[in-house]
């Protein structure tokens, strides 16, 4: 079965630090890239980073750029993003998310359920 | 990197179609076919309905089909079951590593 699972939310006091992990199964991870998309409570979609197969190809959106750092690691199957200087606004439940091509970004086709961040002193 | 734009909202009768729409620019919309909908139903993770403009994964039912005409995707939904009501989203490719989504709209099946 295709899985992702999302890991490492919780609560942050804003200007602190939190890393997300997403564990894959079910595909051969290193044949595609991976996003991170977030949905604030009661909001709509936000894509905000994405990873080529081989890390070669990286994005941000522009909310996100300079405090955030995607990556991966292929030998553990393993989707990651450090997130720093955490906001009140980055509040929101972060899914996991696999392309379905290896190198442009180009559509979501699985997800994982989501992990909560919530960014508040 | 703005959000494409999508009607906040869409309704139609069982058995009715209703299409959706959405709008960005010549850099993203109008420029790649990489166009995606999702369909999310409440407290639910998002579900890929279209790809690539007009592909459906498997398991999508052919009621539902996308378009596109310059700038604005579209997304058709025909014979409305009472199941569609969700909220759906529009993607896009924006160039240079980047990937944008639409507003959502919320459709109701009346």
């Known amino acids: 079965e295709v899985q992702l699972v999302e890991s490492g939310g919780g609560l942050v006091q804003p200007g602190r630090s939190l890393r997300l992990s997403c564990a894959a199964s079910?595909?051969?991870?290193?044949?595609?890239?991976m996003h991170w998309v977030r949905q604030a409570p009661g909001k709509g979609l936000e894509w905000v980073s994405g990873?080529?197969?081989?890390?070669?190809?990286?994005g941000y959106a522009d909310s996100v750029k300079g405090r955030f750092t995607i990556s991966r690691d292929n030998a553990k199957n393993s989707l990651y993003l450090q997130m720093n200087s955490l906001r009140a606004e980055d509040t929101a439940l972060y899914y996991c998310?696999?392309?379905?091509?290896?190198?442009?970004?180009?559509?979501?086709?699985?997800w994982g359920q989501g992990t909560m961040v919530t960014v508040s002193s | 990197q703005s959000a494409l734009t999508q009607p906040p909202s869409a309704s139609g009768s069982p058995g009715q179609s209703v299409t959706i729409s959405c709008t960005g620019t010549s850099s993203d919309v109008g420029g790649y076919n990489y166009v995606s909908w999702f369909q999310q139903h409440p407290g639910k993770a998002p579900k890929l309905m279209i790809y690539?403009?007009?592909k459906r994964p498997s398991g999508v039912p052919d009621r539902f089909s996308g378009s596109k005409s310059g700038n604005t995707a579209s997304l058709t939904v025909s014979g409305l079951q009472a199941e569609d009501e969700a909220d759906y989203y529009c993607?896009?490719?924006?160039?240079?590593?980047?990937?944008?989504f639409g507003g959502g709209t919320k459709l109701t099946v009346l």
């Open positions: 079910g595909f051969t991870f290193d044949d595609y890239a």
């Open positions: 690539e403009l007009i």
């Open positions: 990873i080529s197969w081989n890390s070669g190809s990286i």
């Open positions: 998310a696999k392309d379905q091509l290896f190198s442009i970004f180009s559509t979501f086709d699985i």
């Open positions: 993607s896009s490719y924006a160039g240079s590593n980047n990937l944008v």
